[in-house]
C-alpha cells in the first residue's frame, strides 16, 4: 500500500516573498520615523529654548539684579531655600538630540559673587543656543533665543553660535 504524503506547511520561495515584502514595507515605513523623530526633536528643541527665555526673565527679577545669567550653570544652580531656574533635564545642556548653551553679552550688572546664587556673573543680554547632536539625524535646525524672547531658526550643520549667527537666522 502506498501511503499519500501531505505537504503542510510554506515552501521556502513563499517564505522568501513574504521576507522581501516585509523588507519593501520597512524601507517605506524607516525614513517616515525618522522624520517624526526630527520633528519630535525640534518641538522639543524650541520648548526647551522658551523655557531657558522665561527662566533668564525669572533669573533678572530675582536673582541678577535686572541682569541675565551668563551661563547655564548659573540658571540650574538654586539660590539659597529656592529650586533651580530650569529642570534638571535642561540643566546638563543636552536634551532630545540637542545641545543648549548660554552665552552672556553686553555689560556686567552684577559679578558673580553678588548673585544670589553666585555662579555667574550677570550681564545686560544673553543668548540661548540649541543646536543638533548629529546634524540631520537628530535634527535639522538649529534654534536660538536672546534677550528681545525672538526665537530663530537656521538649517545649516554649523548652527547658531553667536549673536552674529542668531542674527542672520529666520524668526520661527
Known sequence: MRRMHRNDGFTLIELLIVVAIIGIIAAIAV???MRARISGNEASAVGSTRSLSSAQ?????TCGGNGFASSLAALATAPPLSVAFV???LASGTKSGY???ITGGGVVVLLAANTCNTTADSTTAFLVTA???TDGTTGVRAFGVDQTGVIRWVGV???ITDAASYAAAQVF
Do not use: H, I, K, R
Not at 57 to 61: G, I, K, M, Q, W
Open 87 to 89: 529642570p534638571p533635564d
Open 31 to 33: 525614513p517616515g520615523l
Open 99 to 101: 545641545n543648549f548653551g
Open 157 to 159: 550643520a554649523a548652527g
Open 131 to 133: 543646536n543638533p547632536v
Open 57 to 61: 526673565t525669572a533669573y533678572s527679577f
